[in-house]
């Protein structure tokens, strides 16, 4: 079913206006992925205490970023093992969320926005502001974006973004005292069904909890899985490969669909900016040292570890 959350019209509008652009989509390192969240949290801190809000554009080349539910299932660790011997860097976000694989063909995006003056918004509403963005930037494509929970689909939420009944975006968020920051994934190449199946394959060993975690890779039904799950009360999302798709898979956007999205985000962005808003924010703007994420990287490894069963 459709989300039925909303806040005005102008207020979701206005939320996108005067944004600075932070465009890391071309720092494809194999970096600790965790860099990426620890700059988030640091820029969110810096809005909240009155700096400018941003939209932060970035991507990893081999990733797997778990929720902390998945990360607490009982061979979580193993699972997290497994992982890694494929050359995944992974990391547990401090935001909502669960399992979500990254390749070169996912693009994130984070808004880091200041909390209104005249009061704490409802939750639903920040994440109607990453939809409203995503929606616009895949305007002129022709296609509808449906909001509502896609069964099956890996990340599963009430903002999942479909395009005829197959996700392709999930959205979490993270709040500060004085900010917060909505972070989408979206995948724009490559093959959501082959995602699905990695993902379902991440989860039929995080759950184990015994020394069956890789022959349950061998099933692949809903049903089966959820009877198991209910005998062993490991609650995790039931992923099935035919609930998942990429934009490429399901509109196209040309030869090159990552720079062609990339770009469609940018340009609402730039038209909703002028030139005294991108003065006034550049003003307010204090990038984080290398140190201060390095030491935020850390304290994220630390308090959001993958728990020994």
Not at 67 to 83: E, F, H, I, T, V
Not at 164 to 169: R, S, V
Not at 280 to 288: D, E, G, H, Y
Request: overall charge negative.
């Amino acid at each position: 079913m459709p989300a039925q959350y909303s806040t005005s019209a102008e207020d979701v509008e206005e939320s996108l206006h005067e944004l600075l652009l932070l465009d890391r989509t071309q720092e494809i390192s194999m970096q600790d992925v965790r860099y990426a969240f620890a700059l988030d949290e640091l820029l969110c801190k810096m809005t909240g205490t009155g700096g400018p809000a941003i939209c932060h554009l970035w991507r990893h080349p081999r990733a797997f970023i778990m929720g902390l539910r998945d990360s607490r299932l009982p061979s979580a660790k193993q699972a997290n093992d497994w992982l890694e011997a494929q050359g995944y860097a992974t990391a547990v976000r401090n935001s909502g969320g669960a399992a979500v694989p990254l390749d070169l063909g996912v693009i994130n995006i984070s808004l880091i926005l200041p909390k209104p003056a005249r009061g704490d918004l409802h939750f639903h509403q920040d994440f109607e502001r990453m939809v409203h963005l995503i929606r616009l930037a895949l305007q002129k494509t022709g296609y509808k974006v449906d909001t509502g929970e896609v069964a099956g689909a890996y990340c599963p939420g009430d903002f999942d973004l479909s395009i005829n009944g197959k996700k392709f975006c999930g959205i979490a968020q993270r709040r500060q005292a004085n900010a917060y920051i909505v972070q989408a994934f979206v995948i724009v190449e490559g093959s959501g069904q082959a995602s699905a199946q990695f993902v379902h394959d991440f989860y039929a060993i995080a759950s184990q909890q015994d020394s069956s975690r890789t022959a349950a890779m061998t099933a692949f039904s809903v049903e089966d899985e959820a009877e198991a799950a209910q005998a062993s009360r490991v609650s995790y999302p039931q992923v099935t490969c035919d609930s998942t798709a990429s934009l490429e898979e399901l509109i196209g956007l040309g030869d090159k669909p990552v720079d062609a999205f990339i770009e469609a985000i940018k340009r609402v962005v730039r038209e909703r900016q002028t030139e005294e808003g991108l003065r006034q924010a550049s003003v307010r703007l204090k990038l984080p040292a290398h140190e201060e994420i390095i030491s935020m990287m850390e304290i994220l490894r630390t308090r959001y570890a993958i728990e020994e069963q």
